[in-house]
């Protein structure tokens, strides 16, 4: 069940805690969220219209989602209706088989892609190279990575994590000559280098961050410009989309557009949103001659009548992940899969299932800050906390932990009980206790104190008091 | 193989068991965009110049760079000052029926080595020599469809005449446009989308629409704005007065 590639050979503790003891990732995630939460705070300070269009938006998203097989079977139509073709996958496996068919039957040798979390979930890198398509990720951030052998560590900054000398690096070896450490430097080199495949690439590959039922259009959202490069310029043109991305019409891409770059990096808008429809037409010098959009389900469809509906609302901004105190302390490798972040503990729930998330589901303070920062408000935290519960009552959580919480609950739903626990307590924590602390506990314990001290029991709780204060009446 | 008909089975299936979250609507659609377009037009042309100041703060804020100029017979001058002052030579242009003007004889005796877009579609083989003639060109000159006030966007829609990469390729994008592609918000150029879709009529027949606002960037190394990284490193637009056609 369990994604290939995924980093889960050393649990989540230790992957949490080798971020924390990385001096430049933690350098690196302070600067570049704390970045990310002033550019957004600023954009949205200077639009008033903002909060009134984030609940349009997050309406927009339900009403789609509660007509979706009217949408999906709109679009379809419409795309078909001018040349391109739509494929279904219920899996990443057949998402994967679909595309690299696709290539394969095209004769291509190189694809191009633009950055798509969508083929990083169905990883489809891999599975190209096998049949010898090579694949050439082409958003800056996505090259480093893939030359450096690794996954997209943010959704929206996949390098963040990188330092200009690492990258300079993995230049280098990859042109065999030595390459300045400079970031202006480095994007030469990359454009350069990019250039050339673009224009040698018989196969282009990207995601879609919305598709439109009434046009059949797909939009993709870059700064960078690669996503025109790669919809322009190679013979075949596969989109991968997951199937919640569609929406109904123009008039609502235009609310989405005037959140979305906002959300992610403080931008009125991104430096292109392109529109594309179809293969090439008849008039035309550029385009693809053959379009293709594949719909994925991978654990989706299951979710619309699921407890992670709201998820599928997600644009995928990367808002969240930059006001999360747990990303920001242990960055996107450490949760282990493709999509980090509180929306990616959800994500990956409903991709893997409940299973794998045991662990991350408690990486969450429940603070918040991510329902405050979502475009469409997704209530992340109520789907962590009943995350949680699903986790504790399929028995997924190990035994102690489940005991304790059975324990806890059964005290505070008996108040004898609860009255008696208070003095009962006062007597356990004597030996651990220093003042109103207890700053190590025995036993495996230990682990919740090992990085926070435990408020201990009052010498007089508040129930105590108020009996006193009732008795003296 | 997963079918249309199995795919959208198991999506019935699930939708089925569910009335949903809350009770949701989708954006409402304008009923005649077209006319409601017109309406903006007609709107706009009382007080265009509040929307091209407005267009312009945010054009530069983006790091565009901005033009004046009485008439499209100046245009010329100004992509050939462009030309001069980074040494450029090679410039290509959208076709004159797509621009409303062919500057490929002015900008040629200013030195320059223009190459016209074709109007139609063209033979596989003169399609890939235009692609190297595209890939090398320093300067794209282009139109605009519409220019947008509140984010300093370009709208360009692809198609005869007007190729997609005209844009892109070359390190520097010049586009011109005068009052009539000028609109004030992106909810005004969502219905110039719906109306382009329907009974309006598209500006050209080609399958893509690319948004532009300011030049190609990325900040994907340790945070650091780089302009240029796959797109155009600078996009000029030259505003111009006379209207076209009057």
């Known amino acids: 069940m369990s994604e290939p590639g995924a980093d889960l050979a050393t649990p989540f503790r230790q992957r949490a805690e080798r971020a924390l003891h990385d001096d430049f990732l933690q350098q690196a995630l302070t600067i570049a969220t704390t970045k990310f939460i002033d550019l957004r705070r600023q954009a949205f300070r200077d639009f008033p219209e903002g909060e009134r269009l984030r609940d349009r938006a997050r309406e927009i998203k339900e009403a789609t989602l509660q007509g979706l097989d009217l949408y999906v079977d709109q679009l379809v139509d419409n795309v078909e209706r001018q040349g391109g073709h739509v494929h279904f996958a219920v899996s990443a496996d057949e998402a994967r088989d679909i595309v690299v068919d696709l290539g394969r039957r095209a004769g291509a040798r190189m694809a191009v892609k633009s950055k798509s979390m969508a083929t990083e979930e169905i990883h489809l890198n891999d599975a190209l190279a096998a049949v010898g398509i090579t694949p050439v990720e082409t958003d800056l951030g996505e090259y480093i990575i893939q030359l450096a052998g690794e996954r997209p560590s943010h959704i929206i900054a996949p390098a963040i994590h990188k330092t200009k000398g690492q990258v300079a690096a993995l230049f280098g070896r990859e042109l065999k000559r030595p390459v300045e450490a400079d970031p202006e430097a480095l994007t030469r080199v990359a454009r350069a280098e990019l250039r050339d495949k673009f224009l040698a690439a018989d196969m282009g590959i990207t995601g879609a961050n919305f598709a439109i039922a009434d046009t059949g259009t797909i939009v993709l959202v870059t700064n960078e410009g690669n996503g025109r490069m790669v919809t322009s310029l190679p013979r075949l043109h596969v989109a991968v989309m997951g199937v919640e991305k569609v929406i109904p019409s123009l008039t609502d891409l235009v609310v989405f557009l005037a959140i979305l770059a906002k959300s992610a990096t403080g931008q009125k808008l991104s430096s292109y949103t392109t529109l594309v429809r179809g293969p090439r037409r008849a008039g035309e010098l550029e385009g693809p001659e053959e379009f293709h959009l594949v719909l994925l389900d991978n654990g989706r469809v299951r979710q619309l009548a699921g407890p992670l509906r709201e998820a599928l609302s997600c644009l995928r901004c990367g808002a969240c992940l930059n006001v999360c105190p747990v990303y920001r302390q242990i960055g996107g490798h450490a949760y282990g899969y493709t999509y980090p972040g509180p929306i990616g503990i959800l994500l990956t729930a409903m991709l893997n299932g409940p299973e794998s998330v045991k662990d991350l589901a408690h990486a969450s303070s429940l603070c918040g800050a991510c329902v405050d920062a979502c475009p469409v408000r997704i209530d992340i935290p109520r789907m962590l906390v009943e995350l949680r519960t699903e986790v504790d009552t399929r028995h997924i959580a190990p035994w102690p932990e489940r005991v304790i919480f059975k324990t806890f609950a059964a005290l505070l739903r008996r108040p004898s009980l609860y009255r008696v626990a208070a003095p009962v307590t006062r007597l356990l924590q004597r030996p651990f206790a220093t003042g109103r602390r207890v700053p190590r506990l025995p036993f495996f314990f230990g682990r919740w104190t090992a990085t926070r001290d435990l408020p201990a029991v009052a010498p007089r709780t508040f129930a105590e008091r108020w009996r006193d204060l009732e008795g003296g009446r | ?246």
Do not use: C
């Open chain 2, 1 to 246: 193989m997963t079918t249309r008909a199995a795919f959208m089975a198991r999506l019935r299936t699930e939708l089925g068991k569910t009335s949903g979250l809350f009770a949701a609507t989708v954006a409402e659609r304008p009923a005649a965009p077209a006319a409601l377009a017109d309406t903006i037009r007609r709107e706009l042309a009382e007080r265009w110049p509040e929307t091209l100041e407005r267009f312009r703060d945010e054009f530069e804020r983006v790091g565009g760079v901005f033009y004046r100029v009485a008439a499209l017979g100046d245009v010329p001058a100004v992509v050939a000052r462009i030309a001069h002052e980074r040494a450029a030579r090679r410039v290509i242009t959208w076709h004159p029926a797509a621009l409303g003007a062919d500057v490929a004889p002015a900008l040629r005796e200013n030195g320059l080595e223009v190459t016209v877009m074709p109007a139609a579609g063209e033979t596989e083989a003169a399609r890939r020599r235009l692609r190297d003639v595209i890939a090398a060109a320093e300067i794209g000159v282009t139109g605009a469809d519409l220019a947008v006030a509140e984010t300093g966007t370009l709208v360009l829609a692809s198609g005869g005449g007007r190729p997609r990469s005209t844009s892109l390729l070359p390190a520097y994008h010049v586009a011109v446009f005068d009052r009539g592609a000028l609109v004030e918000s992106l909810a005004q150029v969502g219905v110039f989308l719906e109306a382009w879709h329907g009974e309006g009529g598209a500006p050209a027949d080609g399958g893509a629409v690319n948004f532009v606002t300011g030049p190609s960037r990325t900040a994907d190394i340790e945070l650091t704005l780089t302009r240029g990284v796959h797109g155009p490193r600078e996009v000029h637009a030259i505003f111009v007065e006379a209207p076209r056609g009057g």
